[in-house]
């Protein structure tokens, strides 16, 4: 014989906050032991880390290196996003996601799927309607051969 326990709303209830309780230690737990963690070491010394520091220390740009007043919001060698807020502020963001797209079909950046899959992702986020022409040309410069420059070699001799 099969007895059919039939659950209140009372004990539902219940139930649902004790499991909400568990999750809500269990995250607790988790973030708790991430915190405790060893703190990384720094990658440099005193000294670098005193003149990274200093009042005349000049910002570099991520792409070419090249030394960026305080208050540039773009690269005046390569045109890279280096401002402190560019991303944050409604109109020099645009040029930045400009910037971040036309690496992925004009520059060569290191290929590995989950750089792929972002690329993908982000213009299907940002701009829907014209995501399938930015995936032809992404997909086209991803598969491009470089050609390389002809040597010596090849070259005939009259």
Known sequence: MIVHAQIGQGELTV?????VAVAACGIWGL??????????????DDQIAAAVEGENALPLCHLCL????????????CGAPVGQYTNWLPYPY????????????TENFKRSPLIILGFILFALA???????????LFLRN????????PSESHIPID
């Open 15 to 19: 139930g649902l906050i004790g499991l």
């Open 31 to 44: 973030a708790r032991w991430l915190v405790s963690g060893p703190a990384s070491p720094e990658p440099w």
């Open 66 to 77: 090249t030394q960026q007043n305080g208050s540039a919001d773009f690269c005046s060698e």
């Open 94 to 105: 645009l040029f930045s996601i400009g910037h971040t797209l036309r690496i992925g079909t």
């Open 126 to 136: 940002e701009y829907m309607l014209f995501a399938p022409v930015y995936w032809f």
């Open 142 to 149: 991803l598969f491009r051969q470089r050609r390389l420059p």
